[in-house]
């Protein structure tokens, strides 16, 4: 089975620091990709940064960067000096290679972040 | 960037009715897909399009749901009847291959079925 979780439901921090948030999948399959998309409030999706499985290095793309622990099966999104737009709920998610494009949502989490 | 765009935004109708939502992908892409969102959970899958055909489903993809593509116009996904519990805001998605594509999401039709 095929699962991605994550437990925090909501972050509030300071503008200007840093911001960790957690996701922890559950797969058979040994190749899959790795997804961090927000939510902003009027609903949109964006897409923020990807990372292979089989790729070692974090993935880094601006202030957004991973910290991928695969025998722990953790992708953790970590935010520097945040700012107040990117206040919004952020979803992790997988695919595996065969599934034909099929994501798997985790369950949000929600950053605010405060001026 | 290509967007996807989903007409309409909003939508009430009346439970038993049909209803259906319109999505133009962005033009180069192949795999298309309906996401449902119900107010404050993450997204699932219903259902993934490609060459013509539903490739694969969900649970959640009853058989009151179709999806189509005539002539490479829009993707629909047509509910009939509507049920309350299909309230929910429905996201397309559209993406050159699969794997190691990246998805283009639309900005969601937000259906209410009273």
């Known amino acids: 089975a095929q699962k991605v979780t994550q437990t925090q439901t909501s972050i509030s921090v300071m503008e200007k620091t840093t911001v960790t948030m957690d996701c922890v999948y559950e797969t058979q399959d040994s190749s899959y990709f790795l997804f961090w998309y927000k939510q902003t409030a009027s609903g949109e999706i964006v897409f923020l940064i990807r990372?292979?499985?089989?790729?070692?290095e974090n993935a880094t793309v601006g202030h957004y960067s991973l910290n991928f622990q695969k025998p722990k099966s953790s992708i953790g999104l970590i935010i520097t000096a945040t700012q107040i737009e990117d206040s919004a709920v952020y979803f992790c998610?997988?695919?595996?290679?065969?599934?034909?494009?099929?994501?798997?949502f985790g369950q949000g989490t929600k950053l605010s972040i405060k001026p | 960037g290509p967007k996807v765009l989903q007409i309409p935004s909003h939508q009430i109708i009346d439970m038993g009715q049909m209803v259906t939502l319109n999505c133009d992908p962005v033009?180069?892409?192949?795999?298309f897909y309906w996401y449902k969102q119900i107010l404050g959970q993450q997204m699932e899958f219903l259902v993934n399009?490609?060459?013509?055909?539903?490739?694969?489903k969900s649970k959640l993809f009853k058989d009151q749901f179709s999806v189509e593509r005539p002539d490479g116009s829009y993707f629909t996904l047509k509910i009939q009847p509507t049920a309350l519990e299909d309230s929910a805001v429905y996201f397309c998605a559209s993406s050159l291959g699969v794997s190691n594509s990246d998805y283009t999401f639309g900005s969601g039709t937000r259906l209410l079925v009273i």
């Open positions: 998610a997988m695919r595996v290679n065969y599934n034909q494009g099929k994501l798997i």
């Open positions: 399009f490609y060459n013509g055909k539903v490739m694969e």
């Open positions: 033009s180069n892409h192949l795999y």
């Open positions: 990372q292979d499985s089989y790729k070692k």
